[in-house]
């Protein structure tokens, strides 16, 4: 009876754990470390995003400040038309005023390329907001100039350890829907933007374009090397920068960096929209399922074995439900270990320590019974299992040989 209501117990703990969430955070760390073996061991390809990057020798090449570069990125904005990208998507916020008092024009020349880009392929423009929440203003010719539709904020919800593992476009207060940066992009080319947790997995590392590269083609007017570099692909111009709009993510996505723990935001949009180019997001199985899953792994209770046997059962059994859950990872499939392993390893080791408990209750009812008739040999010989030492007793046939010798004593 208390065995039963023991299971049932644990059972009831198993699905309250799971349902609760209480192992969120190692189960992100474990998708973290599937997404890189992945990405290691099962490579697959992603549809292409060029990046063209705002790098330190960009920014050291392009003599004004960066506030009054309307003339570079209206330069090219315009340069683009000829290379025919698929959908421009400028992640950095454009000036929120006009410079026009102390660098005459510069405003023409940059509603020129917004215009040049409207008219000629799908572009959208990065909004972003301040630490208060409201959105970072944008001087608004450059809004109205770029046409409806154009605008999508450069945000990701964060996970409770602050890394970007999801794309959810329901931001605002209230939980209300904001177009986004990637979204409007994916939109744009006739894809859905659904949420889901980004899969780090597909796509090999990014490499980038330094925009300074890109003005040379463009001063030179090397119409070919646009056309290799962008032709057909979509485009995301933004800062390639080791302090600037970094966010952690869950794996490597810049192949010049081998061990940053965050990477430029440009790259995480990036890689959002290769997952709406390509299969979608991942997606997590229901709570319900995983506490299901939970209670059956409870079960493990009745596995009665020695320590070292529970030991390998509980690493196989862990390893292998792990290789699973990386195997439905692959299918776009997420499916959390942890509430899994912990009731599968509980119910192993309670019930082994129940059996180890019971051992020990017999081994002194046994000492209590026999250790006042028997030597400390047969004693050990009972405890250890090799005597039967029925209460009842038992009839068995013997012969005793007595032999009286005088004048000898033992």
């Known amino acids: 009876m208390i065995r039963s209501l023991a299971f049932a117990a644990l059972v009831a703990l198993s699905a309250l754990l799971a349902l609760s969430r209480a192992t969120e955070l190692l189960d992100l760390h474990t998708l973290d470390l599937q997404f890189r073996v992945l990405r290691t061991w099962l490579p697959r390809p992603a549809p292409e995003v060029v990046i063209v990057g705002i790098d330190h020798e960009s920014m050291e090449r392009i003599p004004e400040p960066m506030a009054l570069w309307h003339r570079h990125l209206g330069n090219f904005l315009s340069a683009l038309v000829s290379a025919r990208p698929a959908v421009v998507g400028v992640d950095i916020v454009l000036p929120d005023r006009s410079y026009e008092s102390i660098a005459p024009n510069t405003d ?40 409806p539709d154009s605008t999508g904020y450069a945000l990701f919800p964060l996970d409770r350890d602050g890394v970007v593992r999801r794309f959810d476009e329901h931001l605002a207060e209230g939980g209300a829907p ?14 859905s933007a659904n949420a889901g947790y980004i899969d780090y997995s597909r796509g ?43 966010r952690p993510v869950a794996a490597q996505l810049a192949a010049w960096e081998a061990d940053a723990s965050d990477m430029p935001g440009v790259l995480i949009n990036a890689q959002a929209l290769r997952n709406m180019l390509d299969t979608g997001f991942a997606q997590r199985i229901d709570q319900a399922w995983i506490a299901l899953a ?27 439900l792990l290789a699973l859950s990386t195997a439905l990872l692959a299918q776009a499939i997420i499916v959390p270990v942890m509430p899994v392993v912990l009731p599968l390893v509980l119910g192993l080791g309670l019930r082994h320590a129940w059996d180890t408990a019971g051992r020990l209750a017999e081994r002194r009812r046994l000492r209590a019974s026999f250790g006042g008739y028997v030597s400390p040999s047969v004693m050990e010989e009972i405890l250890a299992g090799h005597l039967q030492p029925e209460l009842g007793g038992v009839e068995k046939f013997v012969c005793v040989l007595f032999s009286d010798i005088r004048g000898y004593t033992t």
């Not at 572009?123 to 944008?138: E, I, S, Y």
């Not at 986004?180 to 006739?190: C, N, S």
């Not at 003005?215 to 979509?234: C, M, V």
């Not at 020695?306 to 292998?320: D, E, F, K, Y």
């Open 108 to 147: 023409k020349l940059l509603i020129r390329g917004l215009l040049d880009a409207r008219r000629s392929y799908p572009m959208v423009l990065g909004l972003t907001v301040d630490p208060a929440g409201t959105t970072r203003k944008v001087h608004p010719p450059f809004i109205g100039v770029a046409g």
């Open 178 to 191: 904001i177009p986004t940066l990637a979204g409007q992009m994916a939109r744009r080319l006739g894809k």
């Open 204 to 246: 090999a590392p990014y490499e980038y374009i330094p925009l300074h590269r890109v003005l040379d083609w463009i001063e030179r007017d090397d119409a070919q090397a646009l056309e290799h570099a962008f032709r057909g692909k979509p485009v995301l111009l933004g800062m390639i920068d080791r302090f600037n709009d970094r």
């Open 294 to 320: 939970a209670a059956v792994a409870a079960s493990a209770w009745f596995i009665s074995a020695g320590t070292v046997s529970i030991v390998l059962v509980a690493c196989a059994l862990a390893l292998s």
